[in-house]
């Protein structure tokens, strides 16, 4: 399992529009285990689909980004956060003037990806398509700036002949908050729940090709066990 990727972001403001959705409450001990890097809990291996494979490529998922944020809260924060339209594992601290909360949240993968070919191959990413949680779009890289995420020309993937190439992949919705006094920054939205495909609908597109491209679809699925944080969920 990969250590959690520790992002923390302090907002002034936090306020949800009323929606049903699947929200966790975790005690602070979840996101203590994850700073001492310690493993909180255990992706389910009964049902996963990390492979697949024709006869240009394999694809294997190698691992799952996550990232914990901190934003704060008007009013009572454990009543805004769980009036949210996102799914989320969160902990919520209350202090006088509203305190804040800390979420956990899927923000990409990571794909180990073989050329099967004796020839170079190219996959646009402009044109692929991830799927993780609410998500759907383009995927975007580490080396491109979250302000950029919606018009920046991502270089394309070369695969070598019978090589392969191990790449971080992330999720293209971050959002900037203007926390004024108190912070500001980009942080990926709370989406992620248990017992669902951590994926999303679980449908992936890549484009292969440098001119025309050809689409292959792909399907993957992972969940957290519900179970292996049985000892850390809180009454809501």
Known sequence: MRKILALSVLISTFVFSVVHAE???VNAKFLKDYKKGISSFSLRTDNEQRNYEDSQIKVHVN?????WYEQGALGNTRKAFVQSHSDSIYHAVQAAL?????YFTAIGLTL???NKTNEVLYIDLN???ISIGGYQGRPITDSTKLNDSQSANIPPLILLPQKTITKELFRGDARYYDGGTYASGWIFPSDLSLGKNIFGDGS?????GDEKAKFIPMSFYREIDRNSIAHYITQK
């Open 23 to 25: 929200m966790t409450p």
């Open 63 to 67: 691992n799952t980004l996550f990232a």
């Open 98 to 102: 509203g305190g804040y909360v800390q």
């Open 112 to 114: 180990d990806i073989t």
């Open 127 to 129: 044109k692929s398509i």
């Open 204 to 208: 992936f597109l890549l484009a292969l």
